[in-house]
């Protein structure tokens, strides 16, 4: 997510605006600090301009088959 933002051009307090939320909410769940529900990252990523099919696409290339 970090990477997605950056490449954006956007910091935390941008990315924070954009969204109306206060910038703690964006460094707390680049920190893993906080969970984002499925409808909470569509929206970030949308707000970064990022596709959420092709996100969720190499998020499952990647991810293990057993917890």
Do not use: T
């Not at 490449?7 to 954009?18: D, F, P, T, V, Y």
């Amino acid at each position: 997510m970090v990477k997605l933002r950056r490449a954006a051009g956007l910091s935390q307090a941008n990315l924070a605006e954009k969204l109306g939320k206060p910038a703690s909410y964006v460094a707390k769940y680049e920190l893993g600090e906080r969970r984002l529900d499925a409808v909470e990252l569509c929206i970030i990523l949308k707000a970064i301009s990022s596709e959420p099919e092709m996100f969720f696409g190499m998020l499952l290339s990647v991810a293990p088959s057993k917890l």
